[in-house]
């Protein structure tokens, strides 16, 4: 069965030089993958002047560095970036390769996954190495790719029994980055560069970015609106109720569909997850992929005015009723607390 | 003069999901949800019929589904699209995205002549976007994925702003190219009503099958070369027609396998009641506070 390489590698990415956090996350669940099936962690890191970003992989666990590191791969661009790591795939035939769920590993993975026929599944919420017993044949050390399926009333198992290559994308936050106490001798291998006409073939003429000014992950609190509150003049309450309490606002995907929210702000599957101290839940049903986006706070509020929505089934405290009459009174018991 | 192929796709309203959807062993009845067009492949189309609008050439619709996907054809054709195709077999049941991919790429390969491959960025029954890319990797020309607008067409040359991380990029692409647009690009056109009288009873292959099922002075060729001539009749292709290797078909040409589906059991639930009262709220935050929850 051994003919393909024991190794876990994950695609680092970089915005203007810097790494993405996501990457780093997925470094660390790398590392625990790669030990349970006796394999390797190798980072591959692409860009001009990164070999600091191939250095930092090793605080997070691997074992190895392929690092690609030219002026023309400053900024992602799809055909030089997918045409390098087919390549290397072809050439390694790595046994598992993971992604960040973002722009530029969603426009990235599909290219190697199609040109190298490897399995590949989007936006897992888990990801275990196990035996697996399929259609009465045994296989060693599978990925299985856990991701709720079909408007979340399911979650699916996804492997890929047969092919060499397993591939998988995991949004930023589902896993949790964990430098390692004894990280491994530096082995950074270089890979020359060597263009080819189609590099070119698209040009970018321009590039805005700014720092987001989100950051769910690293909110204490939160305070999330569902489309349960109807309008968007409705959800103001919620940026009243974090503003007096000190919190983020976030929302579940339908608040974001119906333009309540800004998709980054978005909490869940699709979107970030968070593990705050508080998170309040207003008018939020609690499908599974909004769950898996939030049970892990310490503390869950859930306001709903149905009192079987699943939300209150992972909450700490329930309050049913309507948020248009019940926020207003907790922004005015809190504030009346604090004096 | 520029020909664009639009990829589509017919998908479950997951977003209308009801209670006799579900089974009681907790998987989906896909036949009991409702069908619908995916949006952003309807904004996909809506930018090619303006690419033919304002510099001419012709629009072409495919999906690959069930044959009950033939309605969001006929939509297709309701909107301004001159052809369609569904590519339909039962021997591409069960495909992932990348055997998906491989059944498109090669129905593209035989359409040959275009510029513009526009697909929606995702579908929402998976949200995977995989599909897109995978195609074009297949056809070997370049992609822009998360297009917003496109900025500017000339000299076999386009402007695409896309969004990114944090931001949003303008690139300038080669031809062919295929693009994956983001809901906002475009807002589709709605139906023409000459163009629903002329259309709503094009027909596929499947289709036409079933009425001669009912009607035994009914024969198959006959009905199709009439629906052809009153061109009615929506082509469709089987993967014998395109001569596909059945290996990278449905199934047999997906390496992902679903290993195993749980319905989602909700855990024990023990929460606490609160009153929404102001006294109710007043002592759940006192309770917060001295948790060190607030503060």
């Known amino acids: 069965m051994s003919t393909f390489a024991n190794e876990v590698w994950v695609f680092v990415e970089q915005r203007d030089g810097k790494p993405a956090d996501v990457s780093f996350e997925l470094l660390s669940k790398g590392h625990k993958l790669a030990a349970g099936m006796n394999g390797l962690l190798k980072s591959v890191v692409m860009g001009d002047g990164v070999k600091d970003i191939a250095s930092e992989t090793f605080r997070f666990g691997a074992d190895e560095c392929l690092l690609i590191d030219h002026p023309d791969l400053k900024n992602y661009k799809t055909l030089p970036y997918s045409r390098i790591l087919i390549e290397l795939v072809r050439k390694y035939t790595p046994r598992i390769v993971l992604f960040g769920a973002t722009v530029i590993g969603r426009d990235l993975a599909p290219r190697v996954a199609s040109n190298t026929r490897s399995g590949m599944t989007a936006d897992c919420t888990d990801l275990q190495i196990s035996d697996v017993e399929y259609l009465r044949t045994k296989y060693q050390n599978l990925l299985l790719q856990i991701r709720p399926a079909f408007g979340g009333n399911i979650i699916a198992t996804i492997i890929t029994p047969n092919n060499p290559t397993q591939m998988a994308t995991v949004r930023e936050g589902v896993m949790e980055m964990h430098p390692v106490e004894r990280q491994r001798e530096m082995k950074i291998t270089e890979i020359p560069y060597v263009p080819v006409d189609s590099d070119k073939l698209v040009t970018i003429i321009e590039q805005y970015r700014e720092e987001s000014k989100v950051n769910l992950k690293a909110a204490p609190i939160i305070v999330s609106g569902g489309y349960g509150l109807g309008t968007k003049q409705n959800f103001q309450l919620i940026h009243d109720l974090a503003h007096a309490i000190g919190g983020e606002v976030a929302g579940s995907r339908a608040a974001v569909d119906a333009g309540f929210i800004p998709p980054e702000r978005q909490v869940g599957q699709t979107g970030v997850t968070v593990r705050p101290k508080l998170y309040i839940a207003v008018g939020i049903s609690g499908a599974i992929q909004h769950r898996a986006g939030m049970q892990e706070a310490k503390k869950i509020i859930a306001i709903n005015s149905d009192p079987d929505a699943p939300i209150f089934q992972v909450s700490h405290y329930g309050i049913v009723g309507d948020a248009m009459d019940i926020l207003p009174k907790f922004i005015e018991a809190y504030k009346n607390k604090l004096k | ?295």
């Open chain 2, 1 to 295: 003069m520029y020909n664009s192929i639009v990829l589509v796709k017919q998908v479950p309203d997951t977003a209308n999901i009801s209670g006799n959807v579900m089974r009681e062993d907790g998987t989906v009845n896909r036949a009991k949800l409702p069908a619908i067009f995916n949006h952003e492949d309807r904004v996909a189309l809506e930018l090619a019929l303006q690419v033919k609008d304002k510099f001419g050439g012709t629009v072409t619709a495919l999906t690959m589904g069930p044959p009950r996907a033939s309605d969001i054809l006929r939509e297709c054709l309701y909107m301004g699209t001159d052809r369609v195709y569904l590519i339909s077999d039962r021997k591409f049941a069960g495909a992932d995205t990348l055997a998906t991919s491989y059944v498109l790429s090669e129905t593209i390969r035989k359409i040959g002549n275009y510029d513009f491959i526009f697909a929606g960025r995702q579908a929402i029954d998976g949200d995977t976007a995989q599909v897109g890319p995978q195609t074009a990797e297949k056809l070997g020309i370049p992609q822009i994925t998360y297009a917003e607008e496109l900025i500017d067409l000339h000299d076999g040359k386009v402007r695409v702003k896309r969004k990114i991380d944090g931001g949003f990029e303008i690139l300038e692409s080669s031809l062919p190219v295929l693009l994956t647009v983001m809901k906002d690009a475009a807002v589709p056109r709605p139906y023409s009503a000459k163009r629903i009288m002329a259309f709503k009873s094009a027909k596929s292959l499947m289709e036409l099958e079933k009425l001669v099922e009912g009607n035994s002075l009914l024969y198959i060729d006959k009905l199709v070369d009439e629906y052809k001539s009153r061109s009615l009749y929506i082509p469709t292709l089987t993967m014998d027609d395109l001569r596909l290797d059945a290996d990278r078909c449905g199934i047999n040409g997906s390496p992902t396998k679903v290993y195993k589906i749980e319905s989602v059991v909700l855990a024990g639930g023990e929460h606490t009641l609160i009153e929404p009262t102001k006294a109710g709220l007043s002592a759940l935050i006192g309770k917060l506070m001295e948790d060190h929850i607030f503060g």
